[in-house]
């Protein structure tokens, strides 16, 4: 094999190689070539190149942000007809009282898109974002559900989106993992690769608050020599290769020998990448970087830009807090003042930089809150109360890779409870998003155990509705 056997990008990440990183042998380029997560084209037309996901944990409130109804308004504070199945378990919430919307929640821009003063920067972008007000999901509990957002099953250990992404497309830039995740959860099945090779489980990334900080866990080059790391790694390397050929298969083993080599390549290019005191003033302002409120996720939001713009192909955001099943009405607005202005300046520095339109951006949280009030002690007044879980409806939204600017798909029953049109399941959001980045759902799998199996499972529809 030699380099003219590459695609372009990848002879292009040669010369930079050989410019810019002396250490990096044609080895280094072979091995690239060979990995999993080698470059892979589309397998149908293709509208976005890389994702986005701007997880919400703890499960946003809708009716709050996004979809307000008249008919809750007129009752609040008063009893209403549930329309639940009355032997399921719905702790304080066994008065229904009806529980406004906090706040006013106002048609935006030209689309008319209805979404809370809470979320003024949000507000700003209204005809850039698609938003989904009819998603609904199959399980009331934070891990189950966010367990099903992230891998499509309640469960069980599965590939996460990223790592399926991973898998079907690799890197562009063979510097640095195909699936980073920044602030994840502790729950390491979120970002995971499970049965799929170990290269494609998301990396996490903490965004530095300061130079002792490191943004990779045990990444640093403590030789300060990178021919000696380059030597320390071959032999390395040739050892852990010896062994597999005895094995024959072990992939915890093939997952250790691409995380040495992408780990030694990471050494020089992450340092610079995840240092965003070259950004300009203005862009850093943009993000609310220094913000009291949003620093922390302003500066996971800017990372996450960058990260995109170098070649990583899946990015996720996690950004909690949003668990409010009591008292909402004082934590909700600093949730979104925490996140508001990073979510909303990442999609207007995309689009400033011509990167928004093959880049989709989803912004979601693993379910909404409930139309009714939840008093958990029993005996607080109305305005001290919360929101129960409700994966039966919530409201995700979309930006750029192809998807419709500005259309608001899906509508919920008068109490905001149940889909009555446009309804889109967690498994329909995955092929959709799959779909935008060329890769079929139905035929993206790995045989596992006997069985193909696929993100979606036996389910989901492209939702073409949503398509530009």
Sequence with gaps: MNANSFPLSRRAWLRQSA????????????????????????????KAKRVIFLFMS?????????????????????????PINKNEL?????????????????????????????????????DEICMLRAMHSD????????????????????PSLGAWVSYGLGTENQNLPSFVTIHPDSDTRLYGASFLPAAHQGTKVTVPQDAKQAPIDYLADISGDAKAQRARIDFTQRMNKRLLDHVTADAQMEGMIESLEIAFRMQTATPELVDISSESE????????????????????????????????????TMGGWDHHGDIRTA???????????????????????????????????????????????TSPIEKHGREH????????????????????????????RPVEG??????????????????????????????YRLTDVYGNVVKEILA
């Design 423 to 452: 309804k889109v399941h967690l498994h329909d959001l995955h092929a959709t998003i799959l779909h935008q980045l060329g890769l079929d759902h139905e035929k993206l799998t790995w045989r596992h155990i006997g069985r193909d």
């Design 19 to 46: 410019a810019g990183f002396g250490a990096l042998a044609l080895h280094d380029i072979v091995q690239a070539a060979s990995s999993p997560l080698a470059l892979r084209s589309p397998k149908i037309p293709a």
């Design 332 to 378: 909700l607005p600093k949730s979104c003042a925490g996140t508001d202005q990073p979510c909303a300046a990442l999609i207007k520095d995309l689009k400033s930089r011509g990167l928004l339109e093959d880049t989709l951006v989803i912004w979601s949280g693993e379910f909404g809150r409930t139309p009714w009030s939840q008093d958990l002690s029993g």
């Design 90 to 126: 719905r702790v304080g919430t066994d008065k229904f009282l009806a529980l406004a919307t906090m706040g006013e929640v106002r048609p935006r821009g030209q689309s008319g898109m209805m979404i809370s003063d809470l979320l003024p920067h949000t507000a700003s972008i209204a």
């Design 390 to 417: 409700q994966p039966e409806s919530f409201c995700t939204w979309l930006a750029g890779g192809g998807i419709k600017p500005g259309l608001t798909h899906g509508e919920t029953d008068e109490f905001g409870f």
């Design 58 to 82: 703890g499960g946003p409130s809708q009716p709050d942000l996004f979809d307000p109804k008249s008919y809750i308004k007129r009752m609040h504070g008063q009893t209403i007809s549930a």
């Design 139 to 158: 399980n009331n509990q934070h891990q189950p559900a966010a367990l099903q957002f992230h891998t499509g099953i309640t469960a069980d250990v599965r």
């Design 282 to 317: 203005a862009t850093k302002k943009l993000y609310g970087v220094g913000s009291k409120e949003c620093d922390k996720n302003a500066r996971a939001c800017l990372l996450a830009r960058r990260l995109s713009e170098a070649g990583v192909r899946f990015v996720q955001v």
